[in-house]
């Protein structure tokens, strides 16, 4: 697959090394001589996995299938280490999250080169990907991350080649597929590209049009089957996380999504945001010239319209704005064409100081990139001492205190099912649908219904944050009795400092 004499692919993959080793030493000695995740969601996965490896298609609690993931083909994925000892997940996700960060790096250094950039910005672009903070941090977090943006990267590298060769691709299709059963922003993605599709090779889409039905009806069979299976369970056909990030489609723009994405970006490194706002506005001006390099625009309508689309969309900053994480090789790429065009027209028309101006930049590129590298090693330990500290603490007490509970309910669900192996009620809805109904009715009413649902249940402990529940802990306190909590002393990542295992007396509810 590389076969080649181009040393560039050796430094790189050295840097990935020197990177992921700095990275795990930073969790090692931040956690106190741990391994973990740093997401909670992260587990929420291992629980699906380790039951779709048992024969338990996409079922949270046994015999309970539901549509709790947007990730089902990466829930696959992990399934794999469960076939061999459930002992093997933790290294299993970590090692797939990194492999694929280090070939989304290679393969940025591929795409920059066949977008016609010399080997030497096309290796830059690729350092400036290794180096992105929050790219490495995903890629020892076991979520799908860096997998969905290396299949982004393959996707318009083989674009590129259909527009060379004037032919479409099946193969376009399959990895359209999968990306979305990957991720599902990669719907907007798969859309862009059938329509530019169409637009670019319009001269020769007779000769194509069979490829082209082909490619959709590939891309129809991968992904059609997880929409029908949530329409069966819940009567929609997006996943049960759709709606419990009360994503729905909004008039106008959430204006604090674009701000909280932007600051994000901006830590990043703020001269890549700068260059890529730029780059964005020169983009716009040509298309609408219709002067726009077609080499580009799959790319640039991609770093533009996903974020414009999430802020009507799903608006989700959280998790270090991971949603929009996969897009950030290509800011690279669209930040250094700007650039190279600046520097261009810089040596033509300015001073020499102008001349030094564009070639230390470079140099400053870098230092904002390894600053910001250093800045999510540190996050990536937090964010792992903190789930363990918490969530994970939380379970092992559950097991050694609470081994004949059945049934438990809880906000965050992932680290503390798949320690205690326990049936649970998602008190958010994400595994347990029927939460959604209960939103709709009175905050009176539905705190009523949700401790009757909890009740039916035979519920007799809930692991919550109260902060997520004002009404409940104001008008229900004196029924609940705080048994073990667990807090951090610098949060990072949870919903809350401190989590509370709570004792419901029913004896002392009146839910009539």
Same mark, same amino acid.
């Given at each position: 697959?590389?076969?080649?004499?181009?040393?560039?692919?050796?430094?790189?993959?050295?840097?990935?090394?020197?990177?992921?080793?700095?990275?795990?030493?930073?969790?090692?000695?931040? $956690?106190?001589?741990?391994?973990?995740?740093?997401?909670?969601? +992260?587990?929420?996965?291992?629980?699906?996995?380790?039951?779709?490896?048992?024969?338990?298609?996409?079922?949270?609690?046994?015999?309970?299938?539901?549509?709790?993931?947007?990730?089902?083909?990466?829930?696959?994925?992990?399934?794999?280490?469960?076939?061999?000892?459930?002992?093997?997940?933790?290294?299993?996700?970590?090692?797939?999250?990194?492999?694929?960060?280090?070939?989304?790096?290679?393969?940025?250094?591929?795409?920059?080169?066949?977008?016609?950039?010399?080997?030497?910005?096309?290796?830059?672009?690729?350092?400036? $990907?290794?180096?992105?903070?929050?790219?490495?941090?995903?890629?020892?977090?076991?979520?799908?991350?860096?997998?969905?943006?290396?299949?982004?990267? %393959?996707? %318009?590298?083989?674009?590129?080649?259909?527009?060379?060769?004037?032919?479409?691709?099946?193969?376009?299709?399959?990895?359209?597929?999968?990306?979305?059963?990957?991720?599902?922003?990669?719907?907007?993605?798969?859309?862009?590209?059938?329509?530019?599709?169409?637009?670019?090779?319009?001269?020769?889409?007779?000769?194509?049009?069979?490829?082209?039905?082909?490619?959709?009806?590939?891309?129809?069979?991968?992904?059609?089957?997880?929409?029908?299976?949530?329409?069966?369970? $819940?009567?929609?056909?997006?996943?049960? +996380?759709?709606?419990?990030?009360?994503?729905?489609?909004?008039?106008?723009?959430?204006? +604090?999504?674009?701000?909280?994405?932007?600051?994000?970006?901006?830590?990043?490194?703020?001269?890549?945001?700068?260059?890529?706002?730029?780059?964005?506005?020169?983009?716009?001006?040509?298309?609408?010239?219709?002067?726009?390099?077609?080499?580009?625009?799959?790319?640039?309508?991609?770093?533009?319209?996903?974020?414009?689309?999430?802020?009507?969309?799903?608006?989700?900053?959280?998790?270090?704005?991971?949603?929009?994480?996969?897009?950030?090789?290509?800011?690279?790429?669209?930040?250094?064409?700007?650039?190279?065009?600046?520097?261009?027209?810089?040596?033509?028309?300015?001073?020499?100081?102008?001349?030094?101006?564009?070639?230390?930049?470079?140099?400053?590129?870098?230092?904002?990139?390894? $600053?910001?590298? %250093?800045?999510?090693?540190?996050?990536?330990?937090?964010?792992?001492?903190?789930?363990?500290?918490?969530?994970?603490?939380?379970?092992?007490?559950?097991?050694?205190?609470?081994?004949?509970?059945?049934?438990?309910?809880?906000?965050?669900?992932?680290?503390?099912?798949?320690?205690?192996?326990?049936?649970?009620?998602?008190?958010?809805?994400?595994?347990?649908?029927?939460?959604?109904?209960?939103?709709?009715?009175?905050?009176?009413?539905?705190?009523?219904?949700?401790?009757?649902?909890?009740?039916?249940?035979?519920?007799?402990?809930?692991?919550?944050?109260?902060?997520?529940?004002?009404?409940?802990?104001?008008?229900?306190?004196?029924?609940?009795?705080?048994?073990?909590?667990?807090?951090?002393?610098?949060?990072?990542?949870?919903?809350?400092?401190?989590?509370?295992?709570?004792?419901?007396?029913?004896?002392?509810?009146?839910?009539?």
């Amino acid at each position: 697959m590389f076969r080649t004499n181009d040393r560039n692919y050796l430094y790189l993959v050295t840097l990935y090394i020197v990177l992921t080793i700095s990275y795990l030493v930073s969790e090692f000695i931040i $956690t106190g001589r741990q391994f973990g995740v740093p997401l909670d969601d +992260t587990w929420i996965h291992f629980r699906f996995a380790e039951n779709f490896a048992h024969g338990h298609f996409f079922e949270y609690n046994i015999g309970e299938p539901t549509p709790g993931t947007t990730s089902p083909f990466w829930v696959i994925v992990l399934s794999i280490p469960f076939l061999i000892s459930p002992r093997l997940i933790l290294l299993f996700s970590l090692i797939a999250g990194s492999v694929f960060f280090l070939l989304t790096g290679l393969e940025t250094y591929r795409l920059g080169k066949r977008l016609g950039f010399n080997d030497s910005y096309a290796f830059f672009i690729a350092v400036l $990907t290794l180096f992105a903070g929050r790219l490495a941090w995903s890629s020892l977090s076991g979520m799908e991350i860096t997998f969905f943006t290396y299949l982004t990267v %393959i996707i %318009i590298k083989i674009h590129l080649g259909e527009l060379e060769q004037n032919k479409i691709s099946i193969v376009t299709g399959l990895l359209l597929g999968l990306a979305v059963i990957t991720r599902p922003e990669a719907y907007l993605l798969a859309l862009i590209y059938y329509v530019l599709t169409v637009i670019l090779l319009r001269k020769s889409i007779k000769k194509n049009i069979a490829h082209l039905v082909l490619s959709i009806m590939v891309f129809a069979l991968i992904i059609i089957p997880y929409p029908l299976f949530c329409y069966q369970l $819940t009567g929609k056909f997006l996943p049960s +996380t759709f709606e419990g990030q009360n994503a729905a489609f909004n008039f106008l723009p959430n204006i +604090t999504f674009l701000v909280e994405t932007g600051k994000l970006f901006v830590r990043d490194n703020v001269i890549i945001f700068l260059l890529w706002l730029w780059a964005s506005v020169y983009f716009i001006v040509n298309l609408v010239k219709r002067k726009a390099d077609s080499k580009f625009i799959l790319i640039y309508l991609w770093v533009i319209l996903l974020p414009v689309v999430s802020s009507f969309v799903a608006p989700n900053w959280r998790h270090h704005g991971r949603y929009l994480i996969p897009i950030i090789p290509f800011i690279n790429i669209v930040s250094i064409d700007i650039l190279q065009k600046s520097g261009r027209y810089i040596q033509e028309k300015y001073t020499k100081f102008s001349k030094f101006a564009f070639e230390i930049t470079p140099v400053v590129l870098m230092f904002f990139s390894i $600053t910001g590298t %250093i800045i999510f090693a540190l996050s990536l330990g937090w964010n792992v001492e903190n789930i363990n500290d918490q969530q994970v603490k939380i379970g092992r007490w559950i097991n050694r205190s609470l081994q004949d509970e059945k049934v438990l309910g809880m906000n965050d669900i992932g680290a503390i099912t798949f320690v205690t192996k326990k049936r649970i009620v998602d008190m958010e809805g994400l595994v347990t649908p029927e939460i959604f109904k209960l939103r709709k009715l009175s905050i009176e009413q539905s705190n009523k219904a949700l401790l009757k649902l909890l009740k039916q249940n035979n519920v007799n402990y809930i692991i919550i944050y109260p902060g997520w529940y004002d009404y409940l802990m104001e008008h229900y306190s004196g029924a609940l009795e705080s048994v073990y909590s667990a807090k951090l002393e610098h949060n990072t990542i949870c919903g809350g400092p401190e989590m509370f295992v709570y004792k419901i007396h029913w004896d002392k509810l009146n839910l009539d």
